[in-house]
C-alpha cells in the first residue's frame, strides 16, 4: 500500500489528517546467521517491502493502533497500563516500541497510528521489525526526540525482547533502520559500527532470488532461545564474554577445550565459522572482484546452519539442494530458520529455469507452493509524508 492509500485510510478511520506517514523495510539477511546475539557479524539489506504507517501524536496518554491488513479493528490502549508480555497480538510490537521508549525516558504522550505492510509475515523477512521501525521512526520524528537509527534499533530490540518476549539479536530492527539503497550493510553487532557495502547484482548479470518456503516460523517459540542459550554456554565455558571473541584461527583449539559435549561444540563451530564468512563475503565485494565467487561461501553457510546450528528445515534444504542442482551460485536458508525463506543467487539467465525447478520440486514433494521474488537492495526506514 502507498503513502496516500495509508494516508487515506488514517483519515478515514480516525477523522483527521495524520501528522506524517512514515516506511521501514523488512530484509534479507545475505550471511551472518545466528551470530547477532554473539556479538558478531552481520549482512543484511533492505527490501523494497515496507511496513507504512500513519500516525499523528496525541498528548492524552492514549495510543490507538490499527492495522488496514488484518480485520481487527481499532486497540485502545493507555499507556500507563502498558506491561511486558500482556499482549499475545500484533498490537504488542507498536505498543512494545512506545512502552521502551517511555521506559528510557523519551517524553512519548500518545499516537494514533493506522498501519499496512507489505512485508510477507512469517517468513523470516522480518516483518515485525519494520513495524516497531517504522513506529519508532514516527514517534522520534513527531516528539523530537532526536535519536539515531541505531538508538531507535536498540530500543525496538528492547520492545521485542522485554514487551512482546522474542529473545531475537540485534540485526532486523538495525537493518530496516540503517540501511541504504543500493548497499548491504555490514554490521558489528558489538558496538554497532556500520560500512555501507555497494551491491549492484544486476550490473554483473546476476539476481538474488528469495524463496519464501510458506512454513511459518516464530521466534518466541522455545527452539530460537535454546540456540542462544546453548551458545552463551558455550562463551562461557570458553571464558568469553561472547563467541565473537573466539578467533577463526583459534576454532580448534576452542572445540579441543569443550570436550566431547558436542551440541555445544557444534554451536560454536557454527558461530565462529559463520562469523568468518561474513568476513569473506565483504573482502570479495570490496576487492571489485566477480560477485559469483560468493556463492560457495553462501552455500558453506547454509551447510553450517543444517548440520551445526541445526536450525534449516526439509523445505530450506529442498530448495537450495534444488537451486545448486538447476545451476544456482550459491543458496541458503536466511533469516532465524524452522521455515521461512531461503535466497538463490544467481545468473539472470539462469532464473526462469531455476524458479521452475523449485516449484516443480515443491509440488512432488506435497509441500505449499513456495513464493519466489527478487531482492534488490533498498532503501532503509524514511519519512515519505
Ligand atoms: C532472527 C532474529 C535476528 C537473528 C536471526 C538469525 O531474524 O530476529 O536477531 O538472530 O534470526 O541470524
Known amino acids: 500500500m502507498g503513502a496516500e492509500q495509508v494516508r487515506d ?29 554473539n556479538d558478531g557479524f552481520v549482512m543484511p539489506f533492505a527490501l523494497p517491502h515496507t511496513a507504512v504507517a500513519a500516525v499523528s501524536r496525541r498528548t492524552d496518554g492514549v495510543l490507538r493502533l490499527h492495522s488496514a491488513d488484518l480485520d481487527t479493528g481499532v486497540a485502545e490502549l493507555r499507556l500507563d497500563e502498558l506491561a511486558p508480555e500482556s499482549d499475545k497480538a500484533w498490537t504488542a510490537y507498536p505498543a512494545g516500541v512506545v512502552w521502551a521508549l517511555r521506559e ?24 515485525s521489525a519494520a513495524i516497531e521501525v517504522v ?23 528492547r520492545a521485542e525482547n522485554v514487551y512482546v518476549g522474542a529473545p531475537t539479536g540485534i540485526m532486523d530492527q538495525t537493518a530496516s533502520a540503517c540501511c541504504e539503497d543500493g548497499h548491504a550493510l555490514f554490521l558489528d553487532t558489538r558496538d554497532l559500527s556500520q560500512k555501507q557495502i555497494p551491491l549492484d547484482l544486476a550490473a554483473e548479470g546476476l539476481r538474488l532470488l ?29 571464558g568469553v564474554d561472547a563467541l565473537r571473541d573466539i578467533a577463526y584461527a583459534d576454532l580448534d583449539a576452542a572445540l579441543d577445550r569443550l570436550g566431547d559435549d558436542e551440541e555445544i ?30 556463492g560457495p561461501v553462501l552455500t558453506a553457510g547454509h551447510a553450517s546452519l543444517r548440520d551445526d546450528f541445526r536450525v ?8 537450495v539442494d534444488t537451486a545448486l542442482a538447476h545451476g544456482a551460485l550459491g543458496a541458503r536458508m536466511t533469516g532465524g530458520g524452522f521455515g521461512g525463506s531461503a535466497i538463490v543467487l544467481a545468473e539472470a539467465t539462469d532464473v526462469e529455469a531455476l524458479t521452475k525447478a523449485v516449484g516443480e520440486a515443491f509440488a512432488a514433494a506435497g509441500h505449499t507452493s513456495p513464493r519466489v521474488f527478487e531482492a534488490v537492495p533498498s532503501a532503509g526506514a524514511r519519512r515519505l509524508v
Open 210 to 238: 528469495v524463496v519464501d518456503t510458506r512454513v511459518t516460523h516464530a521466534h518466541s517459540g522455545g527452539e530460537y532461545g535454546k540456540r542462544r542459550a546453548g551458545c552463551e554456554k558455550g562463551a562461557a565455558l570458553l
Open 265 to 294: 561444540r557444534r554451536l560454536v563451530r557454527h558461530v565462529v565459522t559463520e562469523d568468518q564468512r561474513v568476513e569473506q563475503v565483504v573482502a570479495l565485494l570490496e576487492s571489485g572482484g566477480d560477485t559469483r565467487a560468493v
Open 104 to 127: 528510557a525516558g523519551h517524553p512519548v504522550t500518545g499516537a494514533d497510528v493506522h498501519l499496512s505492510s507489505t512485508v510477507p509475515s512469517g517468513a523470516g523477512l522480518s516483518s
Open 9 to 37: 485510510g488514517f483519515v478515514e478511520l480516525y477523522g483527521a489528517r495524520p501528522d506524517g506517514v512514515w516506511a521501514a523495510p523488512g530484509r534479507v539477511n545475505l550471511i551472518g546467521e545466528h551470530t547477532d546475539y
Open 135 to 157: 513506529v519508532a521512526l514516527a514517534l522520534n520524528d513527531l516528539f523530537a526526540l532526536g535519536l539515531q537509527g541505531w538508538q531507535l534499533a536498540r530500543l525496538c530490540q
Open 312 to 319: 534449516s528445515c526439509p523445505e530450506l534444504d529442498l530448495v
